[in-house]
């Protein structure tokens, strides 16, 4: 071949190698906006299925998905990340204007959410006055039946005679006659924490009940650690800290999303769900029927077919991080006397073992009367 053609085969082989490169180049633009959409794609799933209760189930075992439950059933990835980026935006607006108000505005709000007015305020006296001994004690001019005082010793003893550490709490919301046990002594909460701090977020923000009820209900129901902690992240601890001011409890107490606190602290703090219940908020009577049968509640398990029942319990047995507990809590609407009783445990997990100390605790209580 002669060098013209040479020279003319080389262009050739040039321009095809040439065309080539492009379509190469072309394709992997192309690939990579295909990669990048299916990020996008990836990362919109992720997000909805940890949030989307019917995606993930709850660690919690008695949890059955059903269709439609959850916020974020229905709704698409920007409504989703629309709405975290609203809240974050607004929340902070929210504290710096209930802030700036005038005192007695703040005060007439606090009041009106919490439905502090309606109840006497002896009660969280009553609850600072019990005994902190690891004596079964009376109070509020109420002495123990010797049967009254044996069931509650007995039910004592089947927790403490395996080793482990129990207090509890009863007093007559009507009376304030009440019986106590080593309130003082501090416990893991667990999610027994999540009754207080649903409560306190619909009295603190009552606006947001409506959008976020379904994690307010999961949290508290079905003791859901997805929702809580996504509530816990959103709207941070503040209404938690005025539920604490409220009744008389360390807000260093409850920094964390599982804080430890004592018998009667967390007594005190569902004194105050109790008068948010039976409060004037718009949204208490939707928000108190969360506590309804609640999941894995031992007070609820044994007067829940004599009594209306609102209670949350609280329950791990965690050995890498050493974190035990087993706890109920709650208000008993017994018949015209509503009672509220808190039970703490550093027992593993088994909110059952409870179960005698919940039955011997309701005996006393028909003895008040």
């Known amino acids: 071949m002669g060098s013209t053609g040479k020279h003319i085969r080389a262009l050739t082989d040039w321009g095809l190698l040439k065309n080539q490169v492009e379509h190469l180049s072309a394709l992997l633009r ?7 959409l299916f990020a996008v794609v990836l990362a919109g799933v992720f997000i909805l299925s940890t949030h ?28 989703v990340n629309n ?48 005994d902190s001994s690891r004596s079964i004690a009376a109070l509020g001019g109420f002495s123990l039946s010797k049967n009254g005082l ?11 005679s395996q080793g482990y550490d129990v207090g509890f709490i009863m007093v007559d919301i009507t009376t304030g006659k009440c019986i106590s046990y080593n309130v003082d002594e501090v416990f893991y909460s667990a999610s027994a924490i999540k009754g207080p701090y649903v409560a306190s977020l619909a009295a603190y923000l009552p606006s947001y009940v409506e959008m976020w009820q379904f994690e307010m209900e999961y949290a508290v129901r079905y003791s859901s ?60 009577a939707l928000i108190q029927s969360f506590f309804d049968s609640s999941f894995n509640s031992v007070i ?9 029942v609102n209670s949350k319990a609280g329950w791990i047995n965690d050995d890498e991080d050493w974190l035990y507990a ?11 006397r509503p009672y509220l009783v808190v039970i703490m445990s550093d027992y593993p997990e088994d909110v059952w073992v409870l179960e005698s100390l919940v039955w011997a605790i309701d005996g006393v209580h028909n003895e008040m009367f």
């Open 30 to 36: 192309v690939s990579g906006v295909l990669i990048g």
């Open 52 to 79: 989307n209760n019917s995606l993930i189930p709850f660690k919690n075992p008695g949890y059955v998905a059903k269709p439609g439950d959850g916020a974020g059933s229905g709704v698409s990835i920007e409504d």
């Open 83 to 130: 709405r975290i980026v609203q809240l974050r935006e607004t929340l902070p607006m929210v504290a710096a204007e209930e802030n700036d108000t005038e005192a007695d505005e703040n005060d007439t709000e606090a009041d009106e959410n919490s439905g502090e007015t309606n109840q006497p305020v002896s009660i969280v006296d009553v609850l600072n006055s019990a």
């Open 150 to 160: 044996l069931e509650l010793q007995i039910a004592v003893d089947v927790i403490e």
């Open 225 to 284: 650690n997805d929702d809580y902690d996504w509530l816990r992240e959103v709207f941070g601890t503040e209404p938690l800290y005025r539920w604490c001011s409220y009744v008389d409890v360390q807000t260093n107490r409850i920094e964390e999303f599982y804080p430890f606190l004592t018998t009667r602290e967390l007594a005190k703090l569902w004194f105050q769900n109790y008068q948010y219940f039976t409060g004037d908020d718009p949204n208490s």
């Open 300 to 308: 609820y398990e044994c007067l829940g077919s004599s009594y209306s």
């Open 326 to 336: 087993a706890n109920d809590a709650g208000i008993v609407w017994a018949n015209g």
